[in-house]
Nanobody, 124 residues
Framework: VQLQASGGGLVQAGGSLRLSCAAS????????MGWFRQAPGKEREFVAA????????DYADSAKGRFTTSRNNTKNTVVLQMNSLKPEDTAVYYC??????????????????WGQGTVVTVSS
């Protein structure tokens, strides 16, 4: 299984970035997908998740109204659109796959597969 995250970079506060995650080696449509981030010296935290069909999403309070996640089960990809970025959004962002297909979950422990991370830096 491979999850390849991309799209990170350096952006000014108020700007936007679009992260993508390409999955291979798994039946993508059977997995809920999540986005997490980890800032230096901090624990990995939940950002957003989307159900296997895309019909249900969940966002951390810090992401609501600014971030949107979507997926394409034909292309085996999941996207995190991030708008109105703030310096506190600076972190390594990870995509992850959760085999429980009933609900979307926030806990790191529920996700079996992880991408390598993509760095997002927001300057003030």
């Amino acid at each position: 299984v491979q999850l390849q995250a991309s799209g990170g970079g350096l952006v000014q506060a108020g700007g936007s970035l679009r992260l993508s995650c390409a999955a291979s080696g798994l039946t993508f449509s059977r997995y809920a997908m999540g986005w997490f981030r980890q800032a230096p010296g901090k624990e990995r935290e939940f950002v957003a998740a989307i159900s296997r069909t895309g019909g249900s999403t969940d966002y951390a309070d810090s992401a609501k109204g600014r971030f949107t996640t979507s997926r394409n089960n034909t292309k085996n990809t999941v996207v995190l659109q991030m708008n109105s970025l703030k310096p506190e959004d600076t972190a390594v962002y990870y995509c992850a796959a959760d085999p429980d297909t009933r609900i979307v979950r926030r806990g790191v422990k529920f996700y079996d597969y992880w991408g390598q991370g993509t760095v997002v830096t927001v300057s003030s």
